[in-house]
């Protein structure tokens, strides 16, 4: 039963246009919702979160939309350069629980 | 200010063996959770421990467990290892009251044959 769902596991875009990343969840319960970034062979670094009482958080580049309503979240990127080529894994969390659900990610290719 | 550092970075193992993973923690971190990532699959939350105590598991059987020593170092033992263990196990160290601001490590990629 996957909680947290990605699915298109990949997506390209070309550089400079805005990348769209799109993240569906079932658990009402959850309320924090989380994006990394992974390349490869290295771990996921955190890029930007938010919680259920918001519905937008922007931090340069990157902006997380949240529509509770649908369940549903994206990661917008703008511009998208091709440093950001990378897989972006969604993840949300419970306030009662300390673990992340993941979605299964999607990999960007962002050309020049 | 060091990162997570998981070793070792590769492993291969036959079916039916043990095998232990380490995990050094971000300075200052005093949390560590466990997540095993299957190939096309997003990290699955396996357990997290506290204060040198598991304080949650996921859905994985008891041959998973773990340990986290007084320096905040982390271990995860598997024992009879199956093919379907075959995965990236990752690291992640926070400090417990900033609830979700987790270091990933760079992960052990761990082979059953």
């Known amino acids: 039963d996957q909680q947290v769902k990605q699915n298109s596991p990949s997506l390209s875009v070309q550089e400079g246009r805005i990348s769209i990343l799109n993240c569906d969840y079932t658990?009402?319960?959850?309320?924090?919702f989380l994006w990394y970034k992974k390349y490869p062979a290295e771990g996921p670094t955190f890029l930007i979160s938010i919680s259920s009482i918001k519905d937008k958080n922007e931090d340069g580049r990157f902006t997380v939309f949240l529509n509770k309503s649908a369940k549903h979240l994206s990661l917008h990127i703008v511009p998208s350069q091709p440093g950001d080529s990378a897989v972006y894994f969604c993840?949300?969390?419970?306030?009662?629980?300390?673990?992340?659900?993941f979605g299964s990610g999607t990999r960007l290719l962002v050309r020049p | 200010e060091t990162g997570v550092t998981q070793s070792p970075t590769h492993l291969i193992k036959t079916r039916g063996q043990q095998v232990t993973l380490r995990c050094s923690s971000q300075s200052g971190h005093n949390t560590v959770s466990w997540y095993q990532q299957a190939l096309g699959q997003g990290p699955q939350f396996i357990f997290q421990y506290y204060r040198e105590e598991e304080n949650g598991r996921g859905n994985f059987p008891p041959r998973f467990s773990g340990l986290q020593f007084p320096n905040y170092s982390s271990e995860l033992n598997v024992n009879a290892l199956e093919l379907d263990d075959s995965a990236l196990y990752l690291c992640?160290?926070?400090?417990?009251?900033?609830?979700?601001?987790?270091?990933f490590g760079s992960g052990t990629r761990l082979t059953v044959v």
């Open positions: 658990n009402s319960m959850f309320d924090y």
């Open positions: 993840a949300a969390a419970a306030d009662s629980s300390y673990k992340l659900i």
């Open positions: 992640a160290s926070t400090f417990h009251r900033d609830r979700y601001g987790y270091t």
